[in-house]
């Protein structure tokens, strides 16, 4: 799910500093519906940071969108 979020995002969210936030929707998880996050950095050695899931995905869309499917 965390590299399908990155090749395939239904957003990308400015991040807090240079990273960048990964957003893809999941109707159907363990759990429920969520949204998977991952924070990640890109360039020559680019790198996830960290990744979870969330149903407050306004929060994170309230960052600044950059672009959306």
Do not use: C
């Not at 990155?6 to 363990?30: C, F, M, Q």
């Not at 969330?54 to 672009?67: F, Y």
Request: hydrophobic share 40%; net charge positive.
């Amino acid at each position: 799910m965390i590299l399908e979020s990155l090749e395939n995002p239904d957003y990308i969210v400015r991040g807090w500093t240079d990273e960048l936030i990964a957003l893809k929707h999941y109707e159907r998880t363990s759990i429920a519906k969520k949204y998977m996050v991952v924070v990640y950095k890109e360039g020559k050695e680019g790198f996830i940071i960290t990744a979870f899931m969330t149903s407050k995905q306004n929060t994170i869309l309230g960052r600044g969108i950059l672009w959306a499917k």
